[in-house]
């Protein structure tokens, strides 16, 4: 089951009145608030609100990590890798160092 727990303007279609809905995810239990049981094993967010309201006064920080690739004009060929064959080890091209 879903349960809605933020509401954000939807920054990929501004003017408009489109939304974004964040969501956790439960077991569904009849007897449990509003039908909602346990948190599924991979809604990892429920786990990380109960330690955050525990130690919110510590303001804590996060990092996210977003990983993408550039392709070549060709969109097969990963940007700088060589036309044919395998690169070499990951260094000069990893995280955009070298």
């Known amino acids: 089951l879903l349960k809605p727990c933020a509401v954000y303007k939807d920054p990929f279609r501004p003017g408009s009145d489109n939304i974004l809905v964040l969501c956790d995810c439960y077991k569904p239990d009849p007897d449990g608030p509003r039908g909602l ?17 525990k130690i919110k006064a510590a303001e ?7 990983e993408y690739t550039l392709f070549e004009p060709d969109k097969k060929t990963p940007y700088g890798w ?12 990893y995280c955009s160092i070298g």
């Open 37 to 53: 049981g346990e948190p599924i094993p991979t809604n990892t967010r429920a786990a990380c609100e109960k330690i955050m309201t």
């Open 60 to 66: 804590p920080w996060f990092g996210i990590e977003q």
């Open 82 to 93: 060589p036309k044919e064959g395998q690169p070499g080890p990951q260094g000069p091209y």
